[in-house]
T-cell receptor, first 115, second 108 residues
Framework: EAGVTQFPSHSVIEKGQTVTLRCDPISGHDNLYWYRRVMGKEIKFLLHFVKESKQDESGMPNNRFLAERTGGTYSTLKVQPAELEDSGVYFC?????????????FGNGTRLTVT | GQNIDQPTEMTATEGAIVQINCTYQTSGFNGLFWYQQHAGEAPTFLSYNVLDGLEEKGRFSSFLSRSKGYSYLLLKELQMKDSASYLCGAGGYQKVTFGTGTKLQVIP
């Protein structure tokens, strides 16, 4: 089966610009997660979709971040306007069951650099 | 709140055994995950412990003590390709909370 794919793999933007990250989960996985790793820190939870519904968005830093999963398939994460502290690696993961007790399948991540 | 602690870095010799410890304090704990992440790649699933005790899977074993909030990942017969980051993650109700990861360097 195809794994979780993320696009783009790298993005360099200037402060104040907008960036949209995309994640295609494994087909049939209802659960989709976004995580972020800032250099030197833990991989931090951002939010969780079950199909097209946001189950938990408690990790979203602020209202500059908007995640969608239209139709319950792929998901996008938009940062608008981007700030310097948004730099990091954004990982998407999907699972058949909920991630609390089902293995997560991660994508390779999108490395975002805000200058 | 959620708190996961593991060493930042470790170094071990090829062919040896290394133990990577993880302590956790989380609410709604279901089980403990270990993932391996090579540089620039996606984290990949290694193990999941729900019950106390040791689970062995080839060269890798994982241990859990729920009462102590403690887990370890044991890697035997280390190979150079085992150089990677190892992520400890506490599974909660619907999500996993990760630590910073332990960067393991295997030297000849």
């Amino acid at each position: 089966e195809a794994g979780v794919t993320q696009f783009p793999s790298h993005s360099v933007i200037e402060k104040g610009q907008t960036v949209t990250l995309r994640c295609d989960p494994i087909s049939g996985h209802d659960n989709l997660y976004w995580y972020r790793r800032v250099m030197g820190k833990e991989i931090k939870f951002l939010l969780h979709f079950v199909k097209e519904s946001k189950q938990d968005e408690s990790g979203m830093p602020n209202n500059r971040f908007l995640a969608e999963r239209t139709g319950g398939t792929y998901s996008t994460l938009k940062v608008q306007p981007a700030e310097l502290e948004d730099s990091g690696v954004y990982f998407c993961a999907s699972s058949q069951g909920t991630g609390g007790h089902s293995p997560l399948h991660f994508g390779n991540g999108t490395r975002l650099t805000v200058t | 709140g959620q708190n996961i602690d593991q060493p930042t870095e470790m170094t071990a010799t090829e062919g040896a055994i290394v133990q990577i410890n993880c302590t956790y304090q989380t609410s709604g704990f279901n089980g403990l995950f270990w993932y391996q992440q090579h540089a620039g790649e996606a984290p990949t699933f290694l193990s999941y412990n729900v019950l106390d005790g040791l689970e062995e899977k080839g060269r890798f074993s994982s241990f859990l003590s729920r009462s102590k909030g403690y887990s370890y990942l044991l890697l035997k017969e280390l190979q150079m390709k085992d150089s990677a980051s190892y992520l400890c993650g506490a599974g909660g109700y619907q999500k996993v909370t990760f630590g910073t990861g332990t960067k393991l360097q295997v030297i000849p």
